[in-house]
């Protein structure tokens, strides 16, 4: 399976018909940022960080997003590296090997907080029980760029008896409840199970029209 790119201007700019109401308004903020306005990339960075991202200000100076990812997975690496320069293009975005088989991609920013939904001296990710912003909610085009995003970090395609199936897992309730959601507005069912760990886990199964969702939201990892 070949890694899935952005999509080029042009069909996004189609599908930016009939986006969420306040697309406009949240543009124009991003503007004044000065950073990319292109709130179907800012949706999958969303997705990317919620799962597998890490916000930290060791120097108190300017905030850092680490997005962990496996070494198995170099096509998904060269994408998350791409999408964070797309949306800081004045900044840089670093790779750094850690133990093991695992690499950080990293990006500084003063915009981090204002644009994911936790902080960095918030506590962990469970503690402030981070959501998906109502804004992804609201727009199945933005949902599909989040779910791809969530789905390359948290979640996995394996095969049951020869049928392909999807789990999504986390430990933060509302964000499984989150998950859940956008799954049925775009269409489709899904299962949610959990398991006591140190936290309770919950396990999210899609387990019909499988293909269908994969092709949706371009879900590729590789």
């Given at each position: ?64 997003l ?82 791809r ?36 507005r ?15 886990t ?21």
């Amino acid at each position: 399976m070949k890694l899935v790119s952005m999509r080029d201007s042009k069909s996004r700019a189609a599908r930016r018909e009939g986006s969420s109401p306040s697309s406009g308004t949240k543009q124009g903020y991003f503007r004044q940022l000065a950073i990319s306005d292109d709130l179907f990339l800012l949706a999958y960075i969303v997705g990317l960080a919620i799962g597998d991202g890490n916000l930290s200000n060791p120097n108190g100076g300017a905030t850092r997003l680490r997005i962990s990812c496996d070494t198995k997975y170099p096509n998904l690496i060269k994408n998350i590296r791409e999408a964070l320069q797309r949306l800081l293009p004045k900044n840089k975005v670093s790779i750094v090997k850690k133990r093991g088989n695992c690499v950080d991609v990293y990006c500084y920013s003063n915009h981090w907080e204002k644009i994911l939904p936790w902080k960095a001296f918030g506590g962990s990710k469970y503690i402030q029980n981070v959501r998906v912003p109502q804004w992804i909610k609201d727009s199945n085009d933005y949902s599909k760029e989040c779910m791809r995003g969530l789905m390359q970090t948290d979640g996995c395609v394996y095969y049951d008896r020869g049928y392909p199936m999807i789990n999504f897992t986390t430990i933060i309730p509302d964000l499984a409840s989150d998950v859940q959601e956008m799954i049925r507005r775009l269409g489709f069912t899904s299962k949610m199970g959990t398991v006591m760990e140190v936290h309770s886990t919950y396990r999210i199964r899609i387990a019909r029209n499988v293909e269908k969702f994969i092709e949706l939201i371009n879900l590729v990892k590789d």
